[in-house]
């Protein structure tokens, strides 16, 4: 990392400190002031000199919740070039073993305490990155994506400039400020252009309704399935003062967004990102009746064009170096990142369709849970859906549908809906009626994961 990349942010950030110096920078959720500017800029050389200890190319996990301390440790880190590797703060042993193996981390950050670690640092080849993105590779054990700090700026500039976000407004961070998303949308926008933020940790419906109507928050990321929920909640007679809803981390259902708008009067602008560069994609338009899956045009500042068999390629100086510890420069190579989404161009913009990996085999016949999905959507009543394959002694693999739906919505109506418009063989064995779909932390929906855990519930007798 060379100097001018150590002082991209920090650039910024001085200039917010002149002009907002005595000002809120993060709020509590109940509207209370947590610290000013000028408190993260005191609390940042305090974190200087705990970590000054360290060398240049330490990697140092942060494991610190959605805690105000954020932005003040992060510039502290980057001050004395260490690396930072956010990660959820109840991670599982197994996983966090991983990680720090893999990362050989110097230090663990839990709240504001620091456990170091006796183990040789990882020797970088040429600059180190100044910041590590956590995630899974194709066999499930931990990878590292390699960030530089001009890639940081340019999604952030990104994010800013297409959602219309303002050194005025005020994020509401519930979502995790560990994951991509919240990084993104959180914590960066406060350092390069003073965007103020609500720190919250209840993630239950009722208090993020609470919260909402006591805080200041204009700027609200979420996650479909926040959204759903918060759409669902009885009682709700007053609104909210936000201004713009936005939603992240798996595909917006149309009836969650059209329940949320009849309750809030908000339209919820999806937005399509990975950890491999930040922002992709986002619905700009205010119109509601968008298709499932749909997730507007490429933001400012990133190129998307098609490649083969439904997949794209994203390119722009948001696009990060690199996979950690094995290179993959098919994917990922500092320049182009290619997903492994399946991508559908409609004259109004993107629509995410599904991944290449979750096509499921019947019996010989191949078809993406998506065509299943859309089917069972346009039955009245049904809210969402999530479809997946389990393994089948003799057809191969079978398919299982999770539906959240109205009361008056039984399993004989879904089965005979899908009978009436699909083919037999893509008529799920299985249906299940739940509350809500199952998202995980980051808002997302793992389709192989699910099939294990329905096997798993199935073989208790709990399916």
Known sequence: MTQVEQRLFDSFWQEVLKHKYRETAVFSDDCSSLLTFQDIEEERAVWRRRLSTFSCGDCIVAAIGNNP?????????????????????????????????????????????????DCSPLAWNGQPPCLLKITSGTTGAPRAVRFRESQLLADCRNICETMGIRPDDVNFGVIPLSHSYGFSNLITPLLYQGTSLVCSTDRLPRAVYNHLQSCRATVFPGTPALFQALGSLPDIHQTVGLRLCVSAGAPLAPEVSRQFHRRFGLKIHSFYGSSECGGIAYDRSEDLERPNGFVGTPLNGVKVTKIDDGRISVRGPNVADGYFPVPEIDVLDGTQFVPDDIIAWTPLGLQLIGRVSDFVNVAG??????????????????????????????RNEEL????????????????????????????????RMLSELPFNQRGKINRSELARLHLTFRSRGNC
Not at 84 to 112: K, Y
Not at 368 to 394: A, C, M, Q, W, Y
């Open 69 to 117: 301390s954020w932005p003040a440790f992060l510039m502290a880190c980057w001050d004395q070039a260490l690396v930072v590797a956010p990660i959820e703060p109840d991670l599982p042993a197994s996983q966090l073993d991983g990680i720090l193996r893999l990362t050989r981390a110097q230090a663990i950050v839990r709240g504001i305490g620091i456990q170091r670690f």
């Open 365 to 394: 016949k191949k078809v993406h849970p998506s065509t299943i999905e859309e089917h069972l959507r346009k039955l009245p009543g049904v809210i969402d859906v999530i479809v997946f394959g389990i393994p089948s002694t003799n």
């Open 400 to 431: 299982v549908a999770y539906v959240v739906a109205g009361s008056d919505i039984s399993r004989q109506d879904l089965e005979n809906h899908c009978r009436d418009g699909l083919s037999s063989w893509q008529v799920p064995r299985e249906f």
